[in-house]
T-cell receptor
Framework: KAGVTQTPRYLIKTRGQQVTLSCSPI?????VSWYQQTPGQGLQFLFE?????QRNKGNFPGRFSGRQFSNSRSEMNVSTLELGDSALYLC???WGQGNHNEQFFGPGTRLTVL | AQSVTQLGSHVSVSEGALVLLRCNYS??????LFWYVQYPNQGLQLLLK??????LVKGINGFEAEFKKSETSFHLTKPSAHMSDAAEYFC????????????FGKGTMLLVSP
């Protein structure tokens, strides 16, 4: 069974631009979560989607948004990029909702903002 | 809010020595607890998880962790370090809230010398 895939793997943008990152969960998984990883702040939760509905959202500005499609694939968008948005963005999928469902992580998208 | 403290941003051991990575959580109600490992340029891989069953949890690659409610700890151990264990390790919690959002510690980089 294929794992979580994220595209693109690497991305370079300039300040003020916008970017869209994609995540394809493991087949059969309906929940997708996004996390931002930076050296200074560590791993921080962005949002979680289940069956096309946002279930939970982290403490990030409105420039960060996401969505989930009927096939469970998810995208996140960052508008008006800032230097501080440079990070590794990780997507995780799980079978369902609930505390104990194991989350499987993708390799991440490395975003560099110049 | 839940928080996780990992003591020591870097831990160095010799090959064959005991590995001990410390994790403490803040909660009056035992949450679900996880240890993840991250190799360079990769996503996170689940090592083991505690979901209120046995307090001693065995994971992959010879790692295990013991849940101690009285100490609010969930330290990760491995009897004998291998060079391939060199990576960054993250402790994470999910509160008993119905959501599946992971809150991560800052991570501990494990360095293994020959």
């Amino acid at each position: 069974k294929a794992g979580v895939t994220q595209t693109p793997r690497y991305l370079i943008k300039t300040r003020g631009q916008q970017v869209t990152l994609s995540c394809s969960p493991i087949s059969g998984h309906r929940s997708v979560s996004w996390y931002q990883q930076t050296p200074g702040q560590g791993l921080q939760f962005l949002f979680e989607y289940f069956s096309e509905t946002q279930r939970n959202k982290g403490n990030f500005p409105g420039r960060f948004s996401g969505r989930q499609f009927s096939n469970s694939r998810s995208e996140m968008n960052v508008s008006t990029l800032e230097l501080g948005d440079s990070a590794l963005y990780l997507c995780a999928s799980s079978w369902g909702q609930g505390n104990h469902n194991e989350q499987f992580f993708g390799p991440g998208t490395r975003l560099t903002v110049l | 809010a839940q928080s996780v403290t990992q003591l020591g941003s870097h831990v160095s051991v010799s090959e064959g020595a005991l590995v001990l990575l410390r994790c403490n959580y803040s909660s009056s109600v035992p949450p679900y607890l996880f240890w993840y490992v991250q190799y360079p340029n990769q996503g996170l891989q689940l090592l083991l998880k505690y979901t209120s069953a046995a307090t001693l949890v065995k994971g992959i690659n010879g790692f295990e962790a013991e849940f101690k409610k009285s100490e609010t700890s969930f330290h990760l151990t491995k009897p004998s370090a291998h060079m391939s264990d060199a990576a960054e390790y993250f402790c994470a919690v999910i509160p008993n809230s119905g959501y599946s959002t992971l809150t991560f510690g800052k991570g501990t980089m494990l360095l293994v010398s020959p």
